[in-house]
């Protein structure tokens, strides 16, 4: 079977803020030597020149390195054709969830204890939830935590096997088609259609038939009600519509209905040039669910190849830009920068692309072309090398964010900076609490947990994020965005990125008509401590580390307050100075916070690491119309230049 043509999408339902809470989010880091093309929004790559309308003037850059990549090869092979569709496994949310209890009817999911949901004979109350949290009752009605028992069951164990039916049964019996009204159970309908699809598996191999056993045809009228429900309630070009046309289309190769394979295949040919755009972005406005959906669309691929369906040339043409883009994503240390919804992990390798290279630091791959990018969707990518000149992990990348206003597993991260240098983290996004409806995801979300000027009294309007401008240079990076970031406010930030030394430098502007408070962050790791040594410049380091970060405040435009700089960590009302690696784990951290109040604001900020026993100063002073800032770091020197309307040049 081929791929069908394009149906015109349903209605997509509202979404629910309950989504998936354990995911594989990883994403990965990679080098090239010399390459500084930069692709601008609306346009395609430049290898000479790098501008957007209303830059002054185009900043000429270095050719690329003679030391030419190779072309990457497609991320995936095709698989052998079966005829069938593979058990997708239970995605770990059976780990906490060992046979013994199991057959006690208990269930556990993340940091809480396990919860005795049923009689032991598999009769499930399936409205428990006892700590209050979505996810918690999103994944029991998943039914994923029987994984064990499926295993088992598949294996010959007769009692795991009956009392794994039991359950599913009792699900059956006491949420019948539909379920719609019970959020959890609806959320969790394309987990669990896997899990009745393996389950019945598990019944064939378990007991070494063909067919399936007649006490056990109420599983295939379970499976169809469950490809009814996905029909009538598509979740559209998102990772979950993606997720149900998968499942759709195995209900379809297990019970041999071509009619739902060819809707789930109708349905993945809308859905993929959604949900990764020509430059490689997803929609989901996540790094971490960048690489879901990568992988995802793997799984879609492989289940449509394996069962004789025909998944066309686009997908794989979406995974390999998407590779790039991963790649390009990721800090010189292997670790994915937690932008949007996602935790702290280290990338997956995808065997011929840029993604593999960077999963390994460089050892094997495929070198990326670039070292700096600009996408459509929002990202902008760049770092100094790809480790020709210095090791791989001492390199320093940087990710800011700009561009529609956030939706699906996005923050309000708009202007947002994370930085990598002298081989770990300098400024952090706080990273994801989780799903639960409270005052950490609240914050987590909002502008106070990254790398932004705030307007902390402001009602967030979630305005589109404008890139005004950006040059690229061989040691220097500069782009200028503009927004409203809540009611009556303009905000602008100029950012300037260097090379040798390695630092960052922002000027942030706000104006406003009445008068404000204007705080612009720097979020630290968890590890540093901070030590403010004058009202301009602050030092954070981790005790015997080899590096240290000083954060200095230069005036500029405006005599600095007595307040000009403070620090915050660990507050819970209002929530402020804390990191999420998983939404398991809450940990106090520091935040520098440089302030103004009045109906304007001029902040300009360096963010300047260096070995412990390096000196770092700044000298300031005036020339004609021009401003510029003399930096010390160790024994290299460098001058920003900043002109009246905020541009921010390198001329040393």
Not at 116 to 140: A, E, F, Q, T
Not at 223 to 228: F, G, I, N, R, V
Not at 578 to 585: C, L, S
Request: one cysteine or more.
């Amino acid at each position: 079977m081929g791929w069908g043509g394009v149906l015109s999408r349903p209605s997509t339902r509202m979404r629910n803020t309950i989504g998936l809470a354990v995911v594989c989010l990883v994403v990965c880091a990679v080098a090239f030597a010399g390459a500084v093309t930069v692709l601008m929004p609306g346009q395609r790559e430049r290898s000479v020149a790098a501008t957007v309308p209303g830059s002054p003037s185009p900043s000429v850059v270095t050719p690329p390195s003679a030391a030419t990549p190779s072309p990457t090869r497609s991320p995936s092979k095709p698989v052998t054709r079966t005829g069938t569709y593979q058990c997708s496994g239970f995605s770990g949310i059976d780990a906490k969830v060992p046979l013994p209890l199991l057959m006690k009817d208990t269930f556990a999911w993340g940091d809480d204890p396990p919860y005795r949901v049923g009689d032991g004979s598999g009769d499930i109350r399936w409205r428990s939830d006892p700590y209050n949290k979505p996810s918690w009752y999103m994944w029991l009605h998943s039914l994923r935590w029987l994984g064990q028992g499926i295993e088992a069951a598949r294996k010959g164990n007769r009692p795991a096997m009956t009392h794994v039916m039991a359950i599913i049964q009792d699900w059956v019996r006491d949420n019948p088609y539909s379920w719609k009204g019970d959020v959890g159970a609806w959320e969790s309908t394309m987990h669990r259609t896997n899990v009745l699809i393996c389950a019945r598996q598990a019944v064939l191999s378990g007991l070494r038939v063909r067919q399936l056993p007649p006490q056990y045809t109420w599983l295939d009228q379970a499976l169809l009600d469950h490809a009814k429900f996905m029909e009538q309630n598509w979740g559209g070009p998102s990772n979950h519509g993606t997720d149900e046309s998968i499942a759709m289309f195995g209900v379809g190769c297990t019970l041999g209905r071509p009619e739902l394979k060819t809707l789930a295949v109708q349905r993945l040919t809308e859905a993929i040039t959604t949900a990764i755009d020509p430059q490689g972005s997803t929609n989901e406005q996540s790094i971490g669910y960048a690489m879901f959906n990568y992988q995802l669309w793997g799984r879609a691929t492989t289940a449509l190849q394996r069962c004789g369906a025909d998944p066309g040339p686009v997908i794989e043409q979406r995974r390999r830009v998407l590779a790039e883009w991963l790649a390009l994503a990721t800090t010189p240390t292997g670790y994915l920068p937690q932008v949007g919804d996602a935790i702290r992990q280290k990338p997956d390798a995808a065997a011929g692309t840029s993604l593999e290279y960077a999963a390994s630091l460089g050892k094997k791959g495929t070198v990326p072309s670039r070292r700096t990018a600009v996408f459509d969707a929002g990202y902008i990518f760049g770092r100094t090398g790809w480790g020709e000149d210095r090791p791989f992990t001492r390199e320093s990348s940087y990710t800011i964010r700009f561009g529609p206003g956030r939706r699906y597993h996005g923050h309000e991260d708009h202007t947002s900076i994370t930085y990598t240098s002298h081989g770990r983290d300098i400024l952090i996004d706080p990273g994801h609490s989780g799903y639960q409806l409270d005052k950490w995801q609240d914050w987590t979300k909002s502008q106070a947990a990254h790398n932004v000027m705030t307007i902390p009294a402001g009602k967030a309007t979630g305005a589109e994020t404008r890139l005004v401008s950006a040059a690229i240079a061989p040691t220097s990076e500069y782009y200028s965005l503009a927004d409203n970031p809540v009611e009556g406010v303009e905000r602008t930030r100029d950012v300037l990125v260097l090379k040798d030394p390695d630092l960052i430098i922002t000027l942030d502007r706000g104006q406003s008509a009445t008068e404000q408070r204007y705080e612009t962050l720097w979020h630290l790791p968890a590890d540093q401590k901070v030590t403010m040594q004058s009202a301009t410049h602050a030092v954070a380091a981790k005790p015997g580390d080899s590096s240290k970060t000083h954060l200095l405040q230069i005036p500029y435009g405006q005599q600095l307050p007595a307040d000009a700089t403070t620090l915050e960590q660990g507050k819970a009302d209002p929530v402020q100075g804390w990191y999420f690696p998983t939404i398991f784990d809450r940990q106090s951290a520091p935040v520098v916070k440089f302030n103004r109040t009045g109906s304007t604001a001029t902040i300009l900020s360096a963010i300047v690491p260096s070995a412990p026993t390096e000196t770092v100063a700044f000298t300031t002073r005036t020339q004609a119309d021009m401003f510029f800032v003399d930096l010390t770091v160790g024994t290299q020197k460098t001058t920003i230049r900043i002109t009246q309307s905020g541009r921010l040049t390198r001329i040393r």
